[in-house]
T-cell receptor, first 112, second 113 residues
Framework: AAGVIQSPRHLIKEKRETATLKCYPI?????VYWYQQGPGQDPQFLIS???????DKGSIPDRFSAQQFSDYHSELNMSSLELGDSALYFC???????????FGQGTRLTVV | GENVEQHPSTLSVQEGDSAVIKCTYSDSASNYFPWYKQELGKGPQLIID?????GEKKDQRIAVTLNKTAKHFSLHITETQPEDSAVYFCAASKTSGTYKYIFGTGTRLKVLA
């Protein structure tokens, strides 16, 4: 069965650079969530989209932005990267009206 | 704000023994409680979930119980095996609007052979 696809799997950036993370949800899923997981931490909710509109916002820094496109894939744009942004970034998708969310394998971002 | 507390943070059990992980949620409107298993370098995988209209759900060696009054829910793993070793996260969500999950802080389970 198709799963949530995230790219890239690994990314190394320098401080003050920008990064773009991509998420391709499970087919026919219309809701996408982004989570940030620091080393040894639980996943922290950043932002979610439903039908290409932002539906909820968590602890997402102003330096980050995200959007969902017409094909339901989503991109997380991160600017002015800081060392503290180093983390695993997970995307999850679900279908509105169905509560189960499925996670991708994550993108490991390392800021040096 | 909404939060989910999870205990213990680490748990070591002998192979074949049972493991219990407990969570407490703060938002009384929460009505969906999934459990995720996360192996090293991988994304969280849904292993079992429970909705607020039931008190218990079982799937082979895994069971989840829910006490809505106390706002507690627990994961029970019986006859543990080494491959059960992972980090387990509980989460709480509301089935209104979009389903933002509030995660617990995780439990690192080690099953000793």
């Amino acid at each position: 069965a198709a799963g949530v696809i995230q790219s890239p799997r690994h990314l190394i950036k320098e401080k003050r650079e920008t990064a773009t993370l991509k998420c391709y949800p499970i087919p026919r899923h219309d809701t996408v969530y982004w989570y940030q997981q620091g080393p040894g931490q639980d996943p922290q909710f950043l932002i979610s989209f439903y039908e290409k509109m932002q539906s909820d916002k968590g602890s997402i820094p102003d330096r980050f932005s995200a959007q969902q496109f017409s094909d339901y894939h989503s991109e997380l744009n991160m600017s002015s990267l800081e060392l503290g942004d180093s983390a695993l970034y997970f995307c999850a998708s679900s279908s509105q009206g169905d509560t189960e969310a499925f996670f991708g394998q994550g993108t490991r971002l390392t800021v040096v | 704000g909404e939060n989910v507390e999870q205990h213990p943070s680490t748990l070591s059990v002998q192979e074949g023994d049972s493991a219990v992980i407990k969570c407490t949620y703060s938002d009384s409107a929460s009505n969906y409680f999934p459990w995720y298993k996360q192996e090293l370098g991988k994304g969280p995988q849904l292993i079992i979930d429970i909705r607020s209209n039931v008190g218990e759900k079982k799937d082979q060696r895994i069971a989840v119980t829910l006490n809505k009054t106390a706002k507690h829910f627990s994961l029970h793993i019986t006859e543990t095996q080494p491959e059960d070793s992972a980090v387990y996260f509980c989460a709480a969500s509301k089935t209104s609007g979009t389903y933002k999950y509030i995660f617990g802080t995780g439990t690192r389970l080690k099953v000793l052979a």
